[in-house]
């Protein structure tokens, strides 16, 4: 039954939306094998058995936006806001490339002031200056206008990465407020390409009322947008939102299905996009421990370790349960390290690691 949907798929045939949601819908232990196998395959075969780290900054959590499912949404009073100022960002991101990581992602709650903007254009630039343009610059900060994209962009930062978190209309506007616009997500996507980003994007799986076909269109989205980087992970409830307060925590039942569908859909999209870089997220290892390392056993070629020091982390929930708040930096490394050699990869150290996708559609 999935057996002819994988054949198709080693022969780089496309695949359907019903087959990709067949592949997605798999239950089966020894399909679901069959599945990340053959995705894994792709992936050695299209981007190597690389893993490439980013260190991630988390330099605030302050946001003007109030998404339903966010723990640092606006109206979560309950949170302790914070700002790293630019000393501390670019001391985070030199010890990233101390370290040998070779790229750091600035991710923040989203602020489009000028004051803002032109902090992180500064710090862009001297870290920009000081790894004499070594460093991938990864930003993750949010809608802004295509003129402030491009002052990120003229300032050092490489790479951006704005989910659209679903394609599906409903769904958008049923996890979020109604001055929240689809549309115009979409179309910071497009301003980002216009700029010359490697552009990122991806959605959260295992939202209410997702359905596979939905994740399926999720997929082909990502393929019709041309995308360089993938970067998506399951839904977990956060206790102090609109949507986590419905719900009660996770089950371990609960936890090992999203684990599942997060870790299906990182297989096909390998399966589909091919060259492109996609991220084991966090968010993984906030379900399973060995979560993230699962991740690029069955296709994802990228990982975040946390750079944030240790007294902010606990004030960047995003979800519960996130992983490594209480670790500072160098336990991150070392405890990855370690984990990633386990399961057979090598850590690309030093490389930027430029999605492979963009360096071919940027090469004609
Ligand atoms: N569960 C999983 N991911 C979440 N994000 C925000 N809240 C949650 C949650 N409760 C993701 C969104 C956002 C990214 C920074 O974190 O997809 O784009
Ligand atoms: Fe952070 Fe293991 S990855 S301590």
Redesign the pocket.
Known sequence: MIEPILEKARNGTELSRAEIAALLSITDADERKALFDTAYAIKEESVGKIAYFRGLIECSNLCIKD?Y???IRRSNDKVERFLMDEEEIFKEAMWAYDAEYGSCVI?SGERQDETYIAMIERVVKRISEATSGEMGITL?LGEQTEAVYRRWKEAGAHRYLL?I?TTNPQIYARIHPADHSMEERLECLAALRRTGYQVGT???MGLPGQTMEDLADDILFLKSIDIDMVG???????SD?P??KEVPAYTEEQKTQALMLGLKMIAVTRIVLRDVNIAA?T?LQALEYTGREQGLKCGANVIMPNLTETEFRPKYQ??DNKPCTDENSSMCRGCLSGRIKGVGEEIGFNQRGDSQHYRKRTAD
Not at 232 to 238: A, E, R, T, V
């Open positions: 998404c499912y966010c723990g991710q993750s989910r978190e991806g959605v959260m998506m992970g399951p839904y977990i409830p956060h939102t949507m986590g997220a968010a995003l979800y």
